[in-house]
């Protein structure tokens, strides 16, 4: 099976498909979330992770417009806790440093330590492992990147500072998305995602939370959206949870007098945030990385 992710080498992306996956699924790594998309549905992929919203830089908006557009069912979901580094080549201080490279979102989460240094100048890239990989490639003096300690593992490059993040509770959530028309059945579905838009009128959207919240239902996500060609008007992304499959069947009868259009984008197991602390896990992996690597050279 493949799996297409945005990212490469030593990305979050990377992570979080190994965590649902394991080690046996090939990854086709993309530059972009819409690449992730066409590989999926013209079957050079399976099965696509792609990430949706992250806890401190916030919903990923292009994202929805991909799913609203794609015939894709949603199957799964991951909680990644998200722990950023500062990463250099070896022998670098922070004194060295004059710019710092990553994907807008990792700098996005880390705006308290970068607004630390002014100096800086923040180069936005599309992805945090390829950052790593190029500058272990390149060796330029003065750049350092924001990104995992998965990266500096992969590319031999030193920690200058860790858990830079500005929450240290930092998760991205990603969707494990298939074709609808080949997407495995999923055995004890208790989230769902929905798409629906209602008509232009007052009262109408609470009409609909009425709905949800009447069935017992909790609405986890609730996401707008614009509407292209009508300026002004939305469509909603909503995620519910629930004990029982019965109680989304009773909420999905009664959705449709209140809503102009309604789509299940999926009903699957919902993920579980498993924190790591303060990115420590990940440093002894690197540390433990880093050693071996080192012994094998002095070997």
């Excluded at 493949?2 to 990377?14: L, P, Y």
């Excluded at 909420?251 to 007098?257: N, Q, R, V």
Aim: glycine share 6%; charged share 15%; with cysteine.
């Amino acid at each position: 099976m493949k799996v297409a992710i945005q990212g490469f080498q030593g990305s979050f992306h990377e992570v979080a498909a190994r965590q649902y996956f394991g080690s046996t699924p090939a990854l086709n790594f993309c530059a972009t979330f819409s690449e992730v998309v066409a590989q999926v549905a013209d079957g050079r992929a399976k099965v696509a992770l792609m990430a949706m919203e992250n806890s401190l830089a916030g919903s990923i908006l292009p994202n929805y417009l991909l799913l609203e557009r794609a015939d894709f069912t949603i199957t799964g979901e991951v909680y990644l806790p998200i722990h950023q580094h500062l990463l250099a080549l070896p022998g670098t201080t922070l004194a060295d440093v004059r710019a710092v490279h990553s994907h807008p979102m990792a700098l996005r989460q880390c705006g308290d330590f970068l607004s630390q240094h002014p100096d800086w100048q923040l180069v936005e890239t599309e992805d945090t492992g390829l950052s790593a990989q190029r500058q272990a490639k390149s060796r330029m003096p003065g750049v350092a990147v924001v990104a995992g300690a998965q990266a500096a593992a992969a590319f031999g490059l030193q920690v200058l500072a860790s858990a830079i993040n500005d929450d240290p509770s930092n998760y991205t959530r990603f969707l494990v998305l298939e074709r609808a028309a080949e997407a495995r059945p999923v055995a004890r579905p208790d989230k769902a995602s929905l798409y629906f838009y209602t008509s232009h009128a007052p009262g109408m959207l609470a009409r609909v939370l009425t709905l949800v919240a009447s069935h017992g239902l909790n609405l986890s996500k609730l996401q707008s959206c614009p509407r292209p060609s009508q300026p002004w008007h939305y469509g909603f992304h909503a995620d519910v949870e629930f004990d029982a499959p019965a109680q989304l069947a009773r909420l999905l009868a009664e959705l449709p007098a209140v809503t102009e259009e309604l789509r299940v984008l999926g009903a699957y197991e919902r993920g579980n945030m498993v924190f790591r602390e303060e990115g420590v896990v990940e440093l002894k992996e690197y540390h433990s990385t880093q050693s071996h690597i080192s012994s094998q050279l002095s070997g």
